[in-house]
Structure formats: C-alpha cells, structure tokens
C-alpha cells in the first residue's frame, strides 16, 4: 500500500534515507517489533504506581478517572486516600455524595466524582459487585468512555482492547507521521484504528501500559527523548524529521475573562454558606453567596437583573446583610474561562434563610466547621482565609 500524501509543511525532503514506503501499522513486521522493543523497555523502565500494585478492575477504574486531564504526580496522593476512605466498590456504592466530593476535593473536574459513584452502583446494582467483562457492559457503565473502557478491559482482564488518550495519541501520530489536527474525527478514527492494530491479543495490558508510559516518560509534548526512545527506528516522524512539529494540535483559545463578587457573611459568631442545586456546574458543593459581575457566567450564577452584593445575598438566601469592604481576591480557571472572585466582608442583620435561585440549601456554620463541606478550588481557599482570620472577620464584620 503506498504512502499517503502528507500536508506540504510537513514534507520532509524527498530523498531522506530513513523515509519509509508504508503505512507502519499495515506491516505486520513492524508491528511485532514496535510490540517487542515496547515491552522489553517497560519491564525495565516503568513507574511504580499504586494502581499497578494488582488487576483490581475497581482500582484502574478509579486510577483512571483520576486520572483524566490530571497528571500522575497529582493523583497519586488522592488515590491513595481515595481507597483507604473508599477500599471496595461496595463501600463507594453505598457512601454518601457529600463524602465522595469531600474525598475528591483539589482534583477539580467533579463530574468525574459523581460519575464514579455512578459506575459503582451499576456495578453493585446490575452485576452484584462483580465487574464485567464484556466490552459492551464495560462502556455501559457510568462515565466509562472507550478510553477507560479500553483500560479497564486490557489491565484488569488483559482483553485486546486498544487506548487512545493524550499520550498514547501523541506516541502514534508521531510513529505514523499523521499531519492533520489530532482533535478531528478524522484523526480520532484513524488513530483508533492504529492502536486495534497494535495491540496484541495476549499481554494487551502490559503493551498498553508500555505505550502510556512511553509517551508520559519519553515521547513528552515538547522535545521527545527520541535518543532514548526504544522504537525510534521504527518512528515514521523521526525518520522524517519532523518528531518536533507532531502532533498537530488545534490552537489554544484565550481564556475569557469573569468577575465574581461573594460575601463572607458573619452574625452571632457563624458564617453563611450556600449549597448549589443538583445538576450543573458545582452540584450540590458548598460556596459562599456569589454573584456574577460580568462576561461570561461558567457557574449559572447570573440573576435575573444586575444587582449590588448586599440584595444579590439577600436575594440568594433570604439574609439582609451589610456589605462591608474586600478582603480577599481569587482567580481560578474553570472550562474556558478565568475568573476573578472579589470577596467583601459583610454582617449579617437577619438570621432567618431560605435557598435561592439555584441553591438547595443555606446555613450557618461555625468557621471550624468549613473543613467538613466540600468546596471547589476558590471556596477551599476562601475557606482557609476565613478560618485563619475569624476574629479580625469577625470584629470587623459586627462593626460594618
């Protein structure tokens, strides 16, 4: 079969000598040495990792969902507490939203908390806590794309199921030399394609856990190791020089700019915080009342009408309140947007509370307290500013 035409920018010039006359993934030679030179690398050069200490389908599970858009150095400690908190897919199945989100804290991307609660009790509920095996029960589940399917099925199971994630996506485009923008359709096809081809039907799980580790460790985004990389001879990129401009990757679009104010809300020695209603962004998290100011609005927090801070409050939670001066700025990034979170001091001047445009629920709660409720990224660290600073808050709030 003969070479498929590349982009012109990604021509190399025609005569290099290390150019090849296939498709690589079409030439069952080169698959069983991409096969053998991969694997012989990894017995040697893998990571130690706790999701790899067994097969535990429950264990790659959360590994996995941990693991998306998040990098290993990151997970590692959660997972480890994540399963002492959580140790069997029964015990995840049957605890408490409130304590899943609490254990996920930091990771961000909460969806994929509730999505893994949500796998687990299918499990439990549909499979009497056993985990399938079959690829279609497997993708059935809760949040279980093709990816993690993939890994669930090769690592636990050791199924010839393929992977395609962010590394394993790079190491192929660069080993096919593929130059078109990795996110289309196109490209996803045709690199689904490459990994069915490549993984073998026995030891499917150690190969694809050699392919991750390869792009994780050697075949990195920016200046590939390709001096140390075990399959360089056989990288249709390097042979044609151009292992430094793949992937192609579509470019990244500049955050958009979002302002936020909230009032940290003190009466009789308590502070006010909000539970935002299930479904959306942050369901059923905690948060002090916020209000949008302006741009776009990632979190649904937009009223009715523009309105200060003091009758945003009032109008979130039924609470009159005194707005006082800011004390505190956070900027976070949330989807595609980066926020400014402005927060002011306020007093409370009525006690009673009832939940608001999209709230389930409103309390006071002592400033001790704050550590049991899970919080996104800027309502953990206004949270630790707030117990830090009680007393000044607090002397400072009664006189506003």
Same mark, same amino acid.
Not at 314 to 338: C, D, F, N, P
């Given at each position: 079969m003969g070479r498929k035409k590349t982009n012109e920018r990604l021509q190399p010039p025609s005569n290099h000598p290390g150019d090849f006359e296939i498709d690589? /993934? &079409? /030439?069952? =030679?080169?698959? *069983? +040495?991409?096969?053998?030179? &991969?694997?012989?690398? $990894?017995?040697? !050069?893998? +990571?130690?990792l706790p999701w790899r200490a067994d097969r535990d389908p429950y264990r790659v599970l959360v590994s996995e969902m941990m693991l998306v858009q998040t990098t290993v150095t990151a997970v590692v400690p959660y997972f480890e507490r994540f399963l002492t908190r959580f140790p069997t897919i029964e015990a995840l199945a049957a605890a408490d939203e409130r304590d899943v989100l609490k254990a996920w804290e930091g990771l961000g991307y909460y969806r994929r908390a509730r999505q893994l609660q949500a796998a687990a009790r299918a499990v439990v509920d549909l499979h009497g806590g056993r985990f399938p095996e079959d690829p279609d029960a497997v993708r059935a589940l809760p949040g279980v794309g093709r990816y993690i399917a993939g890994a669930i099925l090769s690592f636990a199971f050791d199924k010839a199921a393929p992977i395609v994630e962010a590394n394993t996506q790079r190491v192929l485009s660069r080993w096919l030399a593929w130059p078109d923008d990795l996110k289309t359709t196109r490209s996803q096809g045709r690199l689904w394609q490459a990994a069915e081809r490549l993984v073998p039907t026995q030891g499917a799980g150690t190969f694809n856990q050699a392919f991750m580790e390869l792009g994780a460790l050697v075949c990195t985004p920016r200046a590939p190791m390709c001096l140390v990389c075990p399959v360089a001879t056989e990288c249709l990129a390097r042979a044609r020089g151009l292992q430094d401009r793949l992937p192609v990757m579509p470019p990244k679009l500049a955050p958009l700019a979002v302002t936020e104010a909230c009032a940290l809300v003190v009466r009789e020695k308590r502070i006010l915080i909000v539970q935002r209603e299930p479904g959306g962004l942050w369901a059923n998290f905690w948060e002090f009342p916020t209000i949008h100011l302006s741009g776009a609005d990632p979190g649904g927090r937009t009223l009715d009408r523009p309105?200060?801070? *003091? =009758?945003? @409050?009032?109008?979130?939670?039924?609470? #009159?309140? *005194?707005?006082?001066?800011?004390?505190?700025?956070? +900027? $976070?990034? @949330?989807? #595609?947007?980066? @926020?400014? &979170? /402005?927060?002011? +001091? !306020?007093q409370g001047l009525s006690q009673g509370s009832t939940p608001g445009p999209r709230l389930a629920d409103v309390r006071w709660v002592r400033p001790e307290e704050l550590a049991e409720y899970p919080f996104g990224s800027a309502g953990r660290q206004l949270s630790r500013w707030t117990t830090q600073h009680w007393e000044q808050l607090l002397r400072n709030g009664e006189g506003s």
């Open positions: 690589p /993934d &079409l /030439d069952q =030679e080169w698959i *069983a +040495r991409v096969r053998q030179k &991969l694997v012989a690398w $990894y017995a040697s !050069a893998q +990571r130690v309105v200060e801070l *003091a =009758e945003g @409050v009032e109008i979130l939670t039924g609470v #009159k309140v *005194a707005v006082g001066s800011m004390v505190r700025t956070v +900027r $976070y990034s @949330v989807t #595609k947007h980066r @926020v400014q &979170l /402005d927060a002011f +001091r !306020a």
